[in-house]
């Protein structure tokens, strides 16, 4: 097999790749594809967000990187071999921290380790004390569940997937279920997270400004069956803050991407 990674248009190993991806739920050559001709590569440590209108395959596309579902056609790859199961490199923070109530911040936080292996040394409870007090959360860590709010209990979800240190990152509209408020200072916490342990990101949203906010590019997805409009280099500056958002580039990359997910047939 060749070892050599793929290069993105960059001139960067391409660490994730998508190239003539397409898949559909029901095997019946008629049945409707639900995303087609999907070509991305994302290089190392690359935050990578997807938006479009709802039912367009976002959630496909992250399923495919996580190895939880193959595609009907074309292939997924990372680190250049073809993803056909689920890896153990890949962590994935969903829409719900998915918390277990009976267990503590910092034992939820381990218990990926506890259900692979069996158990966990004194080097991983350090390692998750670490990573609690970088997500602010280490007066947090004896507490249970029930006592966090929906941001905390994010964040423990945020560093549950970070114990293992996967390079690759996959978020599936993890802020969805939170106020605006918190959303966005989650948005930065994990601004702050990334920067400390950097990792490459697939992020899927609905929030356009949230996309435009955390990402390197944006893929913008078209309507059903789903498919790449365009792919959106954010170039703004990092770090990135509340000054951010108010600045008028900012706002024209979010006029951009509305434009093509709510005027589709009008030329951007």
Request: proline content about 7%.
């Amino acid at each position: 097999m060749d070892n050599q990674k793929p290069i993105d248009d960059n001139g960067k190993a391409a660490y994730v790749s998508m190239k003539g991806v397409g898949h559909k739920f029901d095997p019946r050559p008629e049945a409707p594809m639900v995303v087609q001709g999907i070509d991305l590569n994302i290089h190392r440590h690359e935050f990578v967000a997807v938006v479009g209108p709802s039912g367009c395959g976002k959630s496909t596309l992250l399923r495919m990187v996580a190895g939880l579902l193959i595609p009907s056609h074309g292939e997924v790859s990372v680190f250049n071999l073809p993803v056909t199961e689920p890896r153990d490199d890949v962590g994935i923070v969903f829409q719900k921290a998915n918390l277990l109530p009976w267990l503590t911040v910092r034992k939820n936080v381990l218990f990926p380790l506890k259900h692979k292996y069996g158990s966990y040394s004194a080097g991983d409870e350090k390692r998750a004390n670490e990573l609690l007090e970088m997500a602010g959360l280490t007066q947090f860590a004896d507490k249970m569940p029930d006592e966090l709010s929906g941001g905390m209990q994010q964040r423990v979800g945020i560093v549950r997937a970070l114990l293992l240190n996967p390079d690759i990152l996959l978020m599936d509209e993890p802020f969805s279920a939170l106020d605006a408020l918190t959303r966005e200072q989650i948005g930065f916490d994990l601004l702050d997270i990334w920067k400390e342990h950097p990792k490459t990101v697939l992020f899927i949203t609905h929030s356009i400004s949230e996309a435009v906010l955390l990402a390197d590019r944006i893929l913008v997805m078209s309507k059903r069956p789903g498919s790449v409009l365009d792919l959106i280099e954010v170039d703004l500056p990092r770090p990135r803050s509340s000054k951010t958002i108010n600045s008028p580039r900012f706002a024209e990359l979010t006029d951009k991407i509305r434009g093509y997910i709510y005027e589709p047939n009008v030329p951007a």
